[in-house]
């Protein structure tokens, strides 16, 4: 009698645990990786940061255009949003050293990032960031610009995309879930006398 009650309080604290897991409680702070890659995105393409690929239409996240022979503008596309970082070794920055997180506290939108003869963003070693539209979080470093005839005139660029981060809960979570296992333990208690 004594091990099943052993095994029925252990039985308890496992279904707890997996409950709190499965509903989102997480002990810390994850990311996984999405894809990752080396590309030239060509002009009036649309590329997807999610698969890593060229494509036509539904799941793009932006589209390259031209505006004129020496005038282009990266452009979100559907609902996904850019920011623009910085440039590599200027104030720090470190693409390698970008996380989920850093990625996440950016400031998007759906204006365009200037890749031609006026207001030039995307040189070589410029990084910025894609929320895309399946919510994933994508760091990306321009390896060459536009203007390289021998590519085309596409935009070289290596790319990172990541799962948003899981949510650190809240104090109260953890309160709430300790109150719970303590009342567990108190019907256990109460139950073997």
Excluded: C
């Excluded at 020496?70 to 104030?91: D, H």
């Excluded at 005139?153 to 990172?160: C, D, P, Q």
């Excluded at 309160?175 to 303590?182: D, I, N, R, T």
């Amino acid at each position: 009698m004594r091990l099943f009650k052993h095994a029925y309080k252990r039985g308890i604290a496992t279904a707890l645990l997996a409950l709190a897991m499965a509903s989102g409680v997480a002990t810390s702070a994850q990311a996984a990786s999405v894809s990752e890659g080396v590309t030239v995105i060509p002009g009036t393409y649309l590329f997807d940061f999610d698969t890593g690929s060229l494509t036509t239409g539904p799941g793009a996240d932006v589209w390259w255009e031209q505006i004129t022979s020496t005038s282009r503008v990266l452009m979100p596309y559907s609902t996904a949003q850019l920011a623009y970082v910085g440039q590599v070794g200027v104030g720090g920055l470190s693409f390698n050293a970008l996380t989920v997180s850093d990625l996440e506290a950016l400031t998007y939108s759906s204006t365009g990032i200037s890749g031609g003869d006026v207001g030039n963003l995307l040189t070589a070693n410029s990084v910025f960031a894609v929320k895309t539209d399946a919510g994933n979080y994508g760091k990306v470093l321009v390896t060459f610009p536009f203007f390289q005839a021998y590519q085309n005139n596409g935009l070289g660029v290596y790319w990172v995309t990541m799962t948003p981060t899981i949510p650190v809960p809240e104090a109260d979570t953890f309160s709430m879930l300790l109150a719970g296992f303590g009342l567990m333990a108190s019907v256990v208690r109460r139950r073997s006398v």
